[in-house]
């Protein structure tokens, strides 16, 4: 049975999924030249785009090293040692409640809003990233949708410490020199390597919800707070899962139970082709209250006083 917590009331406005809005998280996989793929064919001899290299005869663009798969078991207090891991997980789409507030979130109305998902859980895998790559669809299916909802981990705490007492923590002396070691070693070009997150408890009120699509795979962090994959509108979705893992259930995978309170409005523009105007819409309103909330903490922070 898994540890709960207590729970903030909280309506997520759902955001964009981008590499720049989740880079503290994990990293975006997608062509970042989907538009330009899908217009013309690779012509010979051109030159290809600066972040990627010919290959299969000039047919086709490589981009490398789009993401990380590095294994952390070795700061597991087993000393159990992780393998590669590849499943498959069949999702099906994820039953939305109907809510009666005027307002469901922020920016979004009742009459925008299909239904209500509640937050009931969340997990890490502590010692490892995990990556989640939709197959068997088109990446402009406007039915293939899903959400990557994401926490930042807090610092640890008397109350984290009685909370997760249950699960196995990582070697903090190891772990240390793991930060040093890798802040000292970014390689240009590549996505940010993600580190192990501490032991804390996830920090609820900086909680964030991503609307994602079928060009777009998602590594979540080693230790990364996330919920449950949650697929929206009519159809299933096969993913393809990567991560590492050793056998020790602490190890590979700890949960928290959530009080309920915290939730996220799907628009009814999801997977309705004739809504994708519609939905554009609603996102970029989100995304301009995010910004607005930014400018206001960082006036009432003082940062901006000469």
């Given at each position: 049975m898994p540890p709960s917590m207590p729970t903030p009331s909280m309506r997520l406005d759902l955001e964009s999924l981008t590499q720049e809005a989740f880079a503290t998280f994990g990293v975006v996989i997608e062509n970042p030249n989907a538009i330009a793929s899908s217009?013309?064919?690779?012509?010979?001899?051109?030159?290809?785009?600066?972040?990627a290299v010919l290959a299969n005869q000039g047919t086709a663009l490589k981009y490398q090293n789009v993401t990380w798969?590095?294994?952390?078991?070795?700061?597991?207090?087993?000393?159990?040692?992780?393998?590669?891991?590849?499943?498959?997980?069949?999702?099906?789409?994820?039953?939305?409640?109907?809510?009666?507030?005027?307002?469901?979130?922020?920016?979004?109305?009742?009459?925008?809003?299909e239904g209500?998902?509640?937050?009931?859980?969340?997990?890490?895998?502590?010692?490892?990233?995990?990556?989640?790559?939709?197959?068997?669809?088109?990446?402009e299916d406007p039915d293939t949708q899903y959400l990557v909802i994401v926490v930042p981990t807090m610092e640890p705490s008397q109350e984290s410490e009685k909370i997760l007492s249950q699960y196995p923590e990582p070697q903090h002396e190891r772990l240390h020199f793991l930060r040093k070691l890798v802040s000292s070693t970014q390689s240009k070009g590549r996505?940010?390597?993600?580190?192990?997150?501490?032991?804390?408890?996830?920090?609820?009120?900086?909680?964030?919800?991503?609307?994602?699509?079928?060009?777009?795979?998602?590594?979540?962090?080693?230790?990364?707070?996330?919920?449950?994959?949650?697929v929206l509108g009519a159809k299933s979705i096969d993913f393809l899962v990567m991560q590492h893992a050793n056998g020790v259930d602490l190890e590979d995978c700890q949960e928290v139970e959530l009080e309920r309170g915290m939730s996220v409005a799907i628009p009814r523009a999801i997977g309705a082709?004739?809504?994708?105007?519609?939905?554009?819409?609603?996102?970029?309103?989100?995304?301009e209250r995010r910004r607005s909330l930014r400018l206001l903490m960082y006036m009432k922070s003082g940062k901006h006083k000469l």
């Open positions: 217009l013309r064919r690779i012509i010979p001899g051109s030159p290809p785009p600066l972040d798969m590095n294994s952390f078991y070795r700061f597991a207090p087993s000393g159990h040692t992780g393998n590669p891991v590849v499943n498959m997980f069949v999702c099906s789409p994820r039953e939305l409640r109907p809510d009666l507030l005027p307002f469901t979130s922020h920016t979004t109305t009742r009459e925008e809003t209500i998902f509640d937050i009931k859980i969340l997990e890490r895998h502590p010692f490892t990233p995990q990556t989640f790559i939709p197959i068997g669809i088109a990446s996505p940010q390597m993600q580190t192990l997150q501490g032991p804390g408890l996830p920090d609820l009120e900086k909680t964030r919800a991503f609307l994602a699509h079928g060009g777009q795979a998602v590594t979540y962090g080693a230790g990364t707070w996330h919920a449950p994959m949650v082709t004739k809504d994708a105007e519609a939905l554009r819409a609603i996102l970029a309103r989100n995304e």
